[in-house]
């Protein structure tokens, strides 16, 4: 079965430092992989995807994401963070139903904060 | 821009009460998801719909049903709510394919 792990509950960082997020897989055949971003009482904003080409993938806001298949990885990337990237981010790969159709699995999120 | 609406953002019902949560998106996608987020356990699908009136289970879909009579509008029904089931509740949509899905500001659900 296809999974996606968050392996850090919270990451902390400086304001102006870069900030990784790290995100792993499991998936059978090629991988579909997505970033969402939540903040606080609102719903999850789609950040950016992955499904084939460049390794590394430009989305909203700055941040990017590299694809690492050795190592199953999707890890989310900013060069300089933002006191407003403070939020939720979740990872999430795709997965099928019967029928073809097709879901997404998400991880269980990871807390940024970042701190003046 | 992609707007997913939710009736409602906040709701309080009693155990056993029969509770419906509206969606309603304006892109008109093809797919239709609700999901439940609850901490720690990021989001887990309870039902899809990739037509009006087809639907498919999800990964959490018992005590749950759904209806989509129109192509914009998805509701999920609660038949007899239970304190278990007190959780935010997102709702999103999305065109065929790979494309990604948008969601709506979720409904923060307290069953007591």
């Known amino acids: 079965a296809q999974s996606v792990a968050q392996p850090e509950d919270q990451v902390n960082v400086a304001e102006g430092n870069p900030l990784t997020v790290k995100c792993t897989y499991s998936?059978?055949?090629?991988?579909?992989l997505f970033w969402y971003v939540q903040y606080p009482n609102r719903g999850l904003q789609f950040l950016l995807k992955y499904i084939t080409g460049d390794n590394l993938v430009k989305g909203s806001y700055g941040f990017e994401a590299e694809f690492n298949k050795s190592q199953t990885s999707f890890h989310l990337k900013k060069p300089s963070a933002l006191v407003s990237d403070s939020a939720l981010y979740f990872c999430?790969?795709?997965?099928?139903?019967?029928?073809?159709?097709?879901?997404?699995?998400f991880g269980a999120g990871t807390r940024l904060a970042v701190h003046p | 821009d992609v707007k997913v609406t939710q009736s409602s953002r906040y709701l309080v019902k009693r155990t056993g009460e029969k509770v419906f949560l509206e969606c309603v998106q304006d892109?008109?996608?093809?797919?239709m998801f609700w999901y439940r987020q609850d901490p720690g356990l990021g989001l887990r699908l309870i039902y899809f719909s990739y037509d009006v009136k087809m639907k498919e289970k999800g990964d959490i879909p018992e005590g749950y049903s759904v209806s989509r009579e129109k192509k914009e509008r998805f509701s999920l029904i609660l038949e007899s709510a239970s304190t278990n089931q007190t959780s935010m509740y997102l709702c999103?949509?999305?065109?065929?394919?790979?494309?990604?899905?948008?969601f709506g500001d979720g409904t923060r659900l307290s069953i007591l």
């Open positions: 998936v059978s055949g090629n991988p579909y």
């Open positions: 999430a790969v795709r997965d099928f139903f019967s029928g073809g159709y097709n879901k997404l699995i």
């Open positions: 892109m008109d996608h093809e797919n």
């Open positions: 999103a949509s999305r065109r065929e394919g790979n494309q990604p899905q948008h």
